[in-house]
């Protein structure tokens, strides 16, 4: 029986093969999309999960309250680290460690620049990464080893065993190489290419060592947390939430812990809870998925239906014969399965030849898991799910036809029977809409931010990491780049150009309210900086002499933030030393393009400063390519150690845009997908209204109708069909996209033009889908329509 619905259904697809095509275009494209975004949000989820133990681990966070909000970041103490393993019991581990800044690996003449921790011994033990030689628990226990993943061993060593040799670090110190670790997995949320213990850090660096562990404000660091086998955070959170005001009163920070798998999906904090982040966007694009694979059944379930005329002298036939209903349901499920099937197959033949452009936008390392029994288990639920929801309306529609009826040629599909296909046009047509109005308010988002003033110059702006045999040789390096030509300007700075990578607290200030407190970015400067970057002066004057050390800069944000109006040559308390305020500049862009300029002090810093970027600008008469040639011979005359390396400030800039880019791309292709499979439902469903009033459109034609009153009469009512879509969808679109833009600071408004446009293009794509078969039936010959009939 079952072997006769499958023969009866393959003859009914190659009975009817333009609605086949249509049916398993519609919805392979549907599943394919379905299947790319459930690889994708599968592996987002996976981040970290492959660490043995990772429910354990966790990194640490602090709190701060500040004027009734609070401010998480993710730096810390030394003392804090510490504390805590000397007053909590229930922790195992505490690792703590460096930003995994880039440092220069030497092995003979093979120079490396590479990112890599300074870390904690005990951190191979709390993330257990496959180590392919050396024990986790002393890998890192000497100051002056070093262990490195697998490429890099190869990188420096070729095929020698690099167990053992020494390694160049820095162009300051040689380690020995004490373990080897497999290459880190892509989903893994930390990314180095070596490891350096941290107590190497705390012997080499003078600003770290040990009176740094008795500063509980130096929050200079990171730390990761290992809680005991079967202790939960809820029991350690209240110990540890107050552990830096019982060592220091004045404290108002809150130290809360963040799980090591909620690290790559749960980025913004809100009130001092993670609230939302990337995982924003992985739901979003799997809702994405859904719909366009719900729209896919959309397609066949009209398509089917619509066909209904075609099928009810077969129902009658088989009813007459002794066919039960629920055979007849059965069998036209059967053509769904077959359907959804064929379907399938198509769908991974798509999915794995747009896998690889799919990982070069996405950056990603996917793959489709077919070796996976899981993976197929899920794929065949799939199949039956997407077959039953797709089959089942059709299914139990024609198998309700009465045989007497249908035989003596009675049937008629009235505007009752009409409605569910209408209503689900709407719904495929609606969520069309939505996705246009999405993707054209994504792209003006990110376009109203990029073109927004960045307050400095970024044109031929440069940017190159200072490292202790440029910070020696500083004067002498600036003094050539000057005199080459090549550069107009050059300056040094504690971070780079498009970022500040230090925030501290104001202890006081004029108008200062009791227990109010201030974050401030900061940032330590030398002679000419603001020239370099292009910065204008509002009042006031720059740095110029010895003695602006004790003196301050602030851009106009802080002015702001403090409530300053008349903040030249007032003095405010910072870091427990007074300053005097010589000047304010404007605000410029050094965080994200999307939000108000940080309020930022500047810092005049004497020789020995901790410098770590040199920025300079290219003069106008020189060529970019020939400047990076001549610059890095002056840069290898005093830095031979390490590679010239460069960044420019509009790449770094144009950078921030990379991730809301790819969002906007994701949701084009996405909503193109969806266009296009409503349009292959549009345009069957078009053949079929065609082809069902042929009679009455021969005699129209007879009785004098053009062609264009045809054309109307035909796509008439699509054009409302898609008005109601608009109807529906817009409200749904603008909830959900006010939402999404209130995370940032910067943005457009949702005006009513972009619902226009996507109402018109929307219109366009309909008509254009529906014309060739409504022109193609206004044309035909009345002659052999009504002859046909």
Not at 277 to 299: E, K, P, Q, R, T
Request: charged share 15%.
């Amino acid at each position: 029986m079952l072997k006769n619905y499958f023969t009866t259904a393959w003859r009914n697809l190659r009975g009817n093969k333009v609605f086949s095509l249509l049916n398993i275009l519609g919805l392979a494209a549907g599943m394919a999309v379905a299947l790319l975004i459930g690889i994708w949000v599968h592996n987002e989820y996976s981040y970290n999960k492959f660490l043995p133990g990772y429910e354990q681990l966790y990194q640490l966070k602090l709190n701060a309250k500040n004027n009734g909000e609070i401010n998480t970041f993710g730096s810390s103490s030394l003392a804090l680290a510490d504390g805590l393993r000397a007053e909590i019991p229930e922790i195992e581990h505490v690792a703590e460690c460096d930003w995994f800044w880039p440092h220069v690996l030497m092995a003979g003449d093979t120079k490396l620049y590479l990112n890599g921790g300074q870390i904690e011994g005990g951190f191979l033990k709390m993330f257990p990464y496959p180590l392919l030689d050396g024990q986790a628990g002393t890998a890192l226990k000497d100051p002056y080893s070093i262990v490195l993943t697998e490429s890099t061993a190869k990188a420096l060593f070729g095929n020698k065993n690099a167990m053992d040799r020494m390694v160049r670090f820095d162009n300051q110190h040689d380690l020995k190489v004490t373990g080897i670790l497999k290459d880190l997995p892509a989903n893994s949320s930390l990314q180095f290419q070596f490891l350096v213990p941290f107590s190497y850090y705390e012997q080499t660096s003078d600003w770290v060592k040990a009176e740094r562990r008795a500063g509980w404000r130096e929050n200079s660091f990171q730390a990761f947390v290992q809680l005991k086998p079967g202790i939960s955070y809820g029991q350690v959170e209240a110990k540890i939430k107050g552990i830096c005001k019982r060592h220091d009163a004045a404290s108002n920070l809150e130290v809360i812990l963040q799980p090591v798998k909620d690290w790559h999906l749960l980025t913004d904090f809100k009130n001092g809870k993670a609230v939302g982040g990337f995982i924003d966007y992985v739901h979003m694009f799997s809702i994405i998925g859904i719909l366009v694979l719900l729209i896919a059944c959309i397609n066949f379930i009209n398509l089917t239906t619509a066909r209904s005329v075609k099928r009810a002298r077969e129902v009658g036939v088989r009813k007459t014969l002794g066919s039960g209903r629920g055979q007849l349901i059965l069998q036209f499920l059967a053509e769904s399965f077959l359907i959804t099937l064929i379907a399938f197959l198509l769908c991974l033949l798509l999915a794995q030849l747009s896998l690889p452009a799919f990982n070069r936008l996405t950056g990603s390392q996917l793959a489709i898991p077919f070796s996976s029994p899981s993976f197929w288990g899920i794929m065949l639920g799939s199949v039956i799910i997407t077959a039953l929801l797709a089959g089942s309306r059709p299914a139990f529609y024609l198998s309700s036809f009465r045989p007497v009826k249908v035989l003596k040629g009675r049937l008629q599909i009235g505007k009752g029977a009409d409605l569910p296909r209408k209503v689900l046009v709407v719904l495929q047509l609606s969520c069309s809409i939505a996705l246009i109005i999405s993707t054209l308010t994504i792209y003006r988002q990110i376009e109203y931010a990029r073109n927004r003033p960045t307050g400095y110059h970024l044109n031929r702006l440069m940017c190159t990491d200072m490292n202790s045999d440029l910070s020696s040789h500083y004067p002498a390096l600036r003094n050539e780049l000057m005199n080459s030509g090549l550069t107009e300007s050059v300056s040094i700075s504690s971070s780079p150009i498009t970022e500040i990578y230090w925030h501290s607290g104001v202890d006081d200030w004029p108008g200062k309210k009791p227990g109010e407190t201030v974050n401030i970015g900061t940032l330590i400067v030398a002679d000419d900086y603001f020239r370099t970057m292009g910065m204008e002066f509002r009042s006031g004057r720059d740095f110029s002499l010895a003695s602006d050390t004790m003196n301050i800069i602030l851009n106009e944000a802080a002015v702001r933030r403090m409530r300053l109006q008349q903040p030249l040559n007032q003095a405010i308390t910072w870091q427990s030393k007074q300053c005097k305020i010589i000047g304010v500049v404007k605000d410029a862009l050094m965080g994200s393009p999307f939000s108000a300029a940080d309020p930022t002090i500047f810092r005049y810093g004497p020789r020995g400063s901790l410098f770590n970027y040199l920025v300079y600008r290219l003069s106008p008469g020189v060529g970019v390519q020939d400047a990076l040639s001549r610059l890095g011979v002056v840069f290898n005359k005093y830095n031979p150690a390490y590679p010239y390396r460069y960044q420019f400030a509009d790449e770094s800039y144009a950078a921030k845009f990379n991730f809301e880019t790819l969002v906007g791309r994701l949701a084009g292709i996405f909503a193109g997908l969806a266009i296009f499979i409503s349009c292959l439902g549009l345009f069957g469903l078009a053949a079929s209204m065609a082809e069902q009033r042929t009679r009455e459109i021969g005699i129209r034609k007879v009785l004098g109708a053009s062609v264009s009153r045809l054309w109307l009469l035909l796509s008439g009512e699509f054009i409302v069909l898609v008005g109601v879509g608009w109807v529906v969808a817009s409200p749904l679109a603008y909830y959900f996209l006010y939402n999404w833009l209130q995370k940032y600071s910067y943005r457009i408004g949702i005006g009513v033009g972009i619902f226009i446009l996507a109402a018109l293009l929307a219109m366009t794509i309909t008509l254009v889908t529906v014309s060739f078969q409504a022109i193609r039936a206004a044309i035909a010959s009345p002659v052999k329509s009504l002859r046909a009939e």
